[in-house]
């Protein structure tokens, strides 16, 4: 039973309060419930500050008298004298809290869950005409059914999984990737005009452009590195690579080497060399340099001797 401060409780009501979103997960993924004191109504909490009372004069008490040397000692002086507590007839009966728990409480109780909790941010985007939703912090791109192709989804993101849902329905579940411009995809997601696209994948183009030349791969690297739609990227890529099949891999890498000292990376670049034949040029290093003017106020190198 939480006090109704901000960090629990959103929205305060008599008959049903809005609880924080992330503490009504980690409630459900243990299988408790919230119950939230009511406003105004100190009572409500007797019970908890009772025993917030009784912790502090049966154990901080206690230990208090004693110096530990490490924390490992003063966590093991903790749970001694919590046993100590709990093994105490309680005032007036002939049973202990200890014997209590073991007799009425402990066959009640649910086993815990085999996972621990993990705490999870959400973050709003739209699904793209892929199928595919990027997951803004990691840049990374996971599958959703079809359907829900130019619809706004909300992600939930754990450091180990990463859960889409729609209306408060969860469309998707997949396991966190945080490889920057990478898919995730389940087939099953996919329309069949669609599944096709899932085949495109950095390592894909990455390797067929190896294959053909070290600058190529340099080439396709620097096309994916820019900060663009991703099936853009990728069919300027296919673009770079079909060249290859109609020029030559002899003549597309010296294009890719061309176009990789301009400093410009697309597909219209490579199009334009090949087409001009612009791979064949010779260009002098020195090529824009001009003469040294003689001129009387330059010592020359005969100076320094």
């Not at 408790?32 to 009511?38: G, H, M, N, V």
């Not at 990691?138 to 859960?163: A, N, W």
């Not at 396991?175 to 096709?196: I, L, Q, V």
Request: aromatic share 12%; with cysteine; charged share 25%.
């Amino acid at each position: 039973m939480p006090d109704n401060l901000k960090a629990a409780v959103t929205k305060s009501s008599r008959y049903e309060p809005t609880l924080n979103e992330t503490f009504e997960d980690f409630a459900d993924h243990y299988g408790t419930t919230i119950l939230p004191a009511r406003a105004y109504r100190p009572r409500d909490k007797a019970l908890v500050e009772g025993a917030v009372k009784i912790i502090y004069t049966k154990i901080y008490a206690p230990i208090n008298r004693v110096t530990y040397h490490s924390l490992k000692e003063l966590n093991t002086g903790i749970w001694e004298a919590l046993e100590t507590h709990n093994s105490q007839l309680l005032k007036g009966r002939n049973y202990s809290r200890r014997l209590q728990f073991e007799e009425i409480e402990r066959h009640t109780l649910m086993p815990l869950p085999v996972l621990l909790y993990q705490f999870k941010k959400h973050f709003y985007a739209k699904v793209i005409k892929n199928g595919h939703v990027n997951l803004g912090p990691d840049k990374h791109y996971y599958s959703v059914p079809y359907r829900f192709i130019g619809k706004r989804v909300k992600l939930l993101y754990s450091r180990t999984i990463v859960e889409i849902y729609s209306n408060y329905e969860r469309i998707a579940l997949h396991k966190r990737a945080k490889n920057p411009y990478g898919y995730t995809t389940d087939k099953d997601h996919m329309a069949t005009t669609h599944r096709f696209v899932t085949d495109w994948t950095p390592d894909k183009f990455l390797d067929w452009a190896a294959s053909i030349h070290e600058d190529v791969r340099l080439y396709i690297l620097k096309i994916l590195d820019r900060k663009q739609h991703p099936e853009q990227a990728y069919k300027s890529c296919l673009g770079v690579l079909g060249f290859a099949k109609k020029a030559g891999n002899e003549r597309l890498t010296m294009a890719c080497q061309r176009a990789l000292s301009y400093g410009i990376h697309n597909y219209k670049t490579i199009q334009t060399i090949l087409e001009n034949k612009m791979d064949g040029y010779e260009e002098s290093l020195f090529a824009d340099e001009l003469p040294m003017p003689n001129h009387d106020n330059i010592r020359g190198k005969d100076y320094y001797k």
